[in-house]
């Protein structure tokens, strides 16, 4: 029988997912602005063994929720890139939004961090639930979820063939000759879509990975069908058992019918804790109107069932 293996992956919830949890620790509550809160978190993950550190990403802040909550916050990317050189092999994965920023510039930012990394760096891909952050970016409103989703296709098109723009062999890098780059193995993306017009290649080569590792967490029909056809994670909180095994069937599906291997895309539930499972179940439950929150209190983790 083959060997199986367990992943886990830690959601990092800045002090803690409970609104109070930063009142019971003893450490300085300062303690969640500054970068050494987070490496800590990264190298006990990390000793661990766990696959991956996973940081949301929240473009905006209800005020009502700041009074007694701390929830910095800070931009994924930086924090992820950051974390890059206090660690050695763990999985960085930062959320970026399909919404609120433009396509070449995450391309860049997420392959920046893969180099910087050495080819550790994931992208949570998300069309962002929370509505205040309209306002912050001058858009009038915040669009529905089909509207967003149908973005999000595209911007997930354009991102990689900017990550393609460079051929493997693309860079020369020879000294005698004088060529850095191989200009016929330079593919400029010239793309022209509904929502986005993206026309030039990124200044560096093809990050180590090619292309950083794809997470997704939606689970609507729209969200699966995200999933289906880009993702090679899928963070997921399902009620029970038994919705948690008929929702990854019907991606596995999905993912067959979109032409890749299901074996391709791994899912990763969200474990429950005591505090979750004393109250009555609904779906979506980790979703509210205000904004997104995690499945679990307290760091959530997750695994990745193969096979
Ligand atoms: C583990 C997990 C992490 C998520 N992280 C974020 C996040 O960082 N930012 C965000 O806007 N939404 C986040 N979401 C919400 C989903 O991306 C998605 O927007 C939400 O589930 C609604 O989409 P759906 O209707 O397709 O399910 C997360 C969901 C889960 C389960």
Same mark, same amino acid.
């Given at each position: 029988?083959?060997?199986?293996?367990?992943?886990?992956n830690?959601?990092v919830?800045?002090s803690?997912?409970?609104?109070?949890?930063?009142r019971v620790?003893?450490?300085?509550?300062?303690?969640v602005?500054?970068?050494?809160?987070? #490496?800590a978190?990264?190298?006990i993950?990390?000793?661990g063994?766990?696959?991956?550190?996973?940081? #949301?990403?929240?473009?905006?802040?209800?005020?009502?929720?700041v009074?007694?909550m701390p929830?910095?916050?800070?931009?994924?990317?930086?924090?992820v890139?950051?974390?890059?050189?206090l660690t050695?092999?763990?999985?960085?994965? #930062?959320?970026?939004?399909t919404?609120?920023s433009?396509?070449?510039?995450l391309?860049?930012?997420?392959?920046?961090?893969?180099?910087?990394?050495?080819?550790?760096?994931?992208?949570?891909?998300? $069309?962002t639930?929370?509505? *205040?952050?309209?306002a912050?970016f001058g858009?009038?409103?915040?669009?529905?979820?089909?509207?967003r989703?149908?973005? #999000?296709d595209?911007?997930?098109d *354009?991102?990689?063939?900017?990550?393609?723009?460079?051929?493997?062999e693309?860079?020369?890098?020879?000294?005698e000759?004088?060529?850095?780059?191989?200009?016929?193995?330079?593919?400029p993306?010239?793309?022209?879509?509904?929502?986005?017009? *993206?026309?030039?290649?990124?200044p560096?080569?093809?990050?180590?990975?090619?292309?950083?590792?794809?997470?997704?967490a939606?689970?609507?029909?729209?969200?699966?069908?995200?999933?289906?056809?880009?993702?090679? *994670?899928?963070?997921?909180a399902?009620p029970?058992v038994?919705?948690g095994?008929?929702?990854?069937r019907e991606?596995?599906?999905?993912?067959?019918?979109?032409?890749?291997?299901?074996d391709?895309?791994?899912?990763?539930?969200a474990?429950?804790?005591?505090?979750?499972r004393?109250r009555?179940?609904?779906?979506?439950a980790?979703?509210?109107?205000?904004?997104?929150?995690?499945p679990?209190?307290?760091?959530? $983790?997750?695994?990745?069932?193969?096979?």
């Open positions: 029988m083959p060997e199986r293996q367990l992943h886990f830690v959601l919830m800045d803690g997912y409970h609104e109070s949890a930063w620790l003893e450490a300085d509550p300062r303690a602005l500054g970068l050494g809160h987070y #490496a978190i990264a190298r993950a990390e000793r063994l766990l696959d991956s550190l996973f940081f #949301a990403d929240y473009p905006g802040l209800a005020e009502f929720r009074e007694f929830q910095p916050h800070f931009d994924p990317i930086d924090l890139s950051a974390l890059a050189p050695t092999h763990i999985g960085l994965i #930062a959320t970026g939004s919404t609120y433009a396509p070449w510039d391309a860049r930012r997420f392959a920046s961090l893969d180099f910087l990394s050495k080819g550790r760096a994931g992208w949570n891909v998300v $069309t639930a929370t509505a *205040v952050a309209a912050n858009t009038a409103a915040h669009p529905d979820p089909a509207a989703y149908a973005r #999000a595209e911007y997930v *354009v991102v990689q063939r900017v990550w393609d723009g460079w051929e493997d693309a860079l020369v890098a020879s000294r000759s004088g060529v850095w780059a191989d200009r016929s193995r330079l593919h993306p010239g793309f022209h879509g509904e929502h986005f017009d *993206v026309a030039g290649i990124l560096f080569p093809r990050s180590p990975q090619g292309h950083p590792i794809l997470a997704q939606g689970s609507s029909p729209a969200g699966i069908a995200l999933a289906a056809k880009y993702a090679d *994670v899928v963070f997921t399902q029970n038994d919705e095994v008929s929702f990854r991606l596995r599906a999905q993912v067959s019918a979109s032409g890749r291997s299901p391709a895309l791994h899912v990763r539930p474990s429950r804790s005591s505090w979750d004393r009555p179940r609904r779906r979506n980790g979703t509210s109107s205000k904004g997104w929150r995690a679990s209190s307290g760091g959530a $983790t997750s695994c990745t069932c193969r096979g």
